[in-house]
């Protein structure tokens, strides 16, 4: 094991969730995007404390599909929506599934480049309420071969298919995929009953007076059989794609605290975790779900580090096929007990903005929980990319 050269070092103060709810049919369905932004942040804020809030260099917002009510650059709404000051000037970013990643990413350059110390990241979707289809663009002729002329790639391809092509291509079976599903819900089962969570997630209360204090998600009665009896999605490609070995849909909030060490320390904040590296790819869009291969082996490249440094490995789930490729193609049996130790979006969901600092969030609990140091959070990207991130547990 070896680690790049010293650097001023960046770590995660702290990090903080809303539970995640089921769109359309969930608790989180009637709250604003921009809302639950400002809530988790608001939250992040008053238990971070140590006037973290006073010297903000800005928000960074990781959003998947900015627009309607998580548009209008959100970042700065949720800043004021969270009564930070009038002067605490924000930005929104999207990378679709990695948008927050990215916007923690983000953060450690303009604190690694000296522009700034203190950032404070939410990752915000709501299914809901915006989702991926409802807006005005039309797509690009040349990215979609169902419209007339000349095609260099098919970006809109839907992502059932391009999970059936990361099937047939690295020949992932309906067996592989529903075998994968079943252990994401037994350990999010298992992380939920151990109170695993309970760090992570902040109750909210909604407009009726009741509390959602769990991820609505998960379907602890899953079995085998009950996977195995789903009808296949896409039939025509082969039905390995189910429901059950499928992200869903959802709602969903996450903020992060970002800061240079020497800040942390001089305000008297205890870092958790420190950003070791990062990686980015891109591959053809029909596969998009592998595009962690390569930004995982570039993260290591930069860090020194190998598989086998990793304590933890977050992999974010939005097919079963995707996630079963990634691990075997990285040198992962995708059964080992580092692999989404508390489960996965199968279970949980995948609310595209708030997906990637989700990861992160996971990692450094399950870090601190199995007293492990180093952890690597990566995910597929909509439309051909991947990215990978890997943290060192700061001791406390």
């Known amino acids: 094991m070896t680690l790049s050269a010293a650097r001023e070092d960046v770590v995660i103060v702290d990090a903080l969730r809303t539970p995640i709810g089921r769109a359309a049919k969930g608790k989180l369905a009637a709250v604003r995007a921009d809302d639950l932004g400002a809530f988790v942040l608001r939250q992040l804020l008053d238990r971070v404390g140590h006037g973290c809030e006073e010297v903000l260099d800005e928000i960074i917002a990781g959003v998947g599909f900015p627009w309607g009510e998580q548009g209008y650059?959100?970042?700065?709404?949720?800043?004021?929506?969270?009564?930070?000051?009038?002067?605490?000037?924000?930005?929104?970013?999207?990378?679709?599934?990695?948008?927050?990643?990215?916007?923690?990413?983000?953060?450690?350059?303009?604190?690694?480049?000296?522009?700034?110390?203190?950032?404070?990241?939410?990752?915000?979707?709501?299914?809901?309420?915006?989702?991926?289809?409802?807006?005005?663009?039309?797509?690009?002729?040349?990215?979609?071969?169902?419209?007339?002329?000349?095609?260099?790639?098919?970006?809109?391809?839907?992502?059932?298919?391009?999970?059936?092509?990361?099937?047939?291509?690295?020949?992932?079976?309906?067996?592989?995929?529903?075998?994968?599903?079943?252990?994401?819900?037994?350990?999010?089962?298992?992380?939920?009953?151990?109170?695993?969570?309970e760090r992570q997630i902040v109750p909210i209360e909604l407009a009726d007076g009741t509390w959602l204090a769990e991820d609505e998600g998960p379907r602890p009665a899953t079995t085998a059989e009950i996977l195995a009896n789903l009808p296949g999605l896409l039939p025509e490609r082969g039905g390995r794609v189910t429901a059950g070995n499928s992200c869903a849909l959802n709602d969903g909030a996450v903020a992060v605290m970002v800061m240079g060490r020497a800040k942390a320390e001089s305000l008297g904040v205890n870092g958790r975790a420190r950003i070791v590296a990062s990686g980015v790819a891109a591959i053809d869009p029909a596969f998009m779900g592998v595009g962690p291969i390569e930004a995982v082996a570039r993260a290591f490249a930069a860090s020194g580090l190998t598989l086998a440094d990793m304590d933890v490995i977050e992999i974010n789930e939005a097919f079963a096929s995707q996630v079963v490729a990634v691990a075997r193609e990285i040198g992962l049996d995708p059964a080992d007990e580092r692999l989404n130790p508390s489960g996965g979006a199968i279970a949980m969901g995948h609310p595209f903005g708030m997906s990637g600092a989700r990861l992160v969030t996971s990692a450094i609990n399950c870090l601190e929980q199995r007293d492990g140091r180093f952890a690597l959070a990566t995910l597929c990207v909509g439309g051909g990319q991947g990215q990978a991130m890997i943290l060192e547990r700061v001791a406390s």
């Open 73 to 197: 650059n959100v970042a700065r709404t949720i800043a004021l929506l969270a009564s930070l000051s009038h002067d605490t000037p924000g930005y929104t970013i999207t990378r679709l599934c990695a948008s927050s990643l990215q916007a923690i990413r983000s953060a450690q350059h303009a604190i690694l480049a000296g522009e700034g110390a203190t950032y404070a990241i939410v990752g915000v979707e709501s299914c809901s309420r915006v989702g991926r289809d409802r807006h005005l663009a039309q797509n690009n002729p040349l990215l979609d071969p169902l419209l007339p002329g000349e095609t260099i790639a098919d970006i809109y391809l839907p992502m059932l298919e391009t999970a059936e092509n990361v099937a047939d291509r690295y020949e992932v079976s309906r067996l592989d995929m529903d075998r994968y599903a079943l252990q994401s819900q037994q350990r999010t089962k298992a992380a939920q009953s151990q109170g695993l969570f």
